[in-house]
């Protein structure tokens, strides 16, 4: 009788703990210039709502409800999904759209929710470079980019009592098993928990 040889585990991604995330968005809160503005809406809401980097690029000054706190945000495939976000993220958005977004625009910005220096649409490189420069400055934090606060995201939910299927619709999964790795990385971080504070783990 042959043996199959044991599947590989699906790599579990990096997260941020609550506390480290906290200390991320406080890092970024710190400035009041157009930059320092957009980039802490931009961390704020891809923590809050976890949309993907290229889905946060793409939204429009008219794809924010903000009486409703909601994002409408195009996702895979040009499906639309609604996904809300907190106070905390709509106080950044403001102060970005009041007293930011209005320096940086010029004659071609358009709609774009999102501006770079030079007045056109957020390219998703700077995000990137962004959020991997700023996890630097917490110590203890896994270096990781925009995708991984959509890992965080997905984990704080289902750490605070947010059902699979709830997440899986906020991040615009097409099947739960691509939400499923969320669990997994829950469990994970209950059995660190345990064992650290466990007498008998």
Do not use: N
């Amino acid at each position: 009788m042959l043996l199959g040889s044991a599947k590989a585990g699906r790599e579990l991604p990096a997260v941020l703990d609550q506390e480290q995330a906290r200390e991320v968005l406080d890092v970024a809160g710190a400035g009041a210039e157009p930059k320092e503005l957009r980039d802490q809406a931009v961390l704020e809401l891809l923590y809050a709502t976890g949309v993907r980097v290229s889905e946060l690029c793409a939204l429009d000054v008219d794809d924010v409800d903000r009486d409703r706190r909601v994002l409408r945000v195009m996702g895979k495939g040009r499906k639309q999904r609604s996904v809300p976000f907190g106070a905390p993220a709509l106080r950044a958005l403001d102060r970005w759209c009041v007293h930011g977004r209005p320096l940086l625009m010029r004659e071609g910005s358009g709609a774009a929710l999102f501006l770079g220096v030079r007045g056109g649409r957020l390219d998703p490189g700077t995000v990137r470079r962004m959020v991997h420069a700023r996890l630097r400055q917490v110590e203890g934090a896994p270096d990781m980019g925009p995708h991984g606060l959509r890992h965080t995201a997905a984990t704080h939910l289902l750490e605070g009592g947010a059902d699979l299927r709830s997440v899986q619709e906020l991040l615009g999964h097409a099947s739960l098993s691509s939400t499923q790795i969320y669990t997994h990385v829950s469990i994970e971080r209950l059995r660190a928990a345990y064992r650290q504070a466990h007498p008998r783990a």
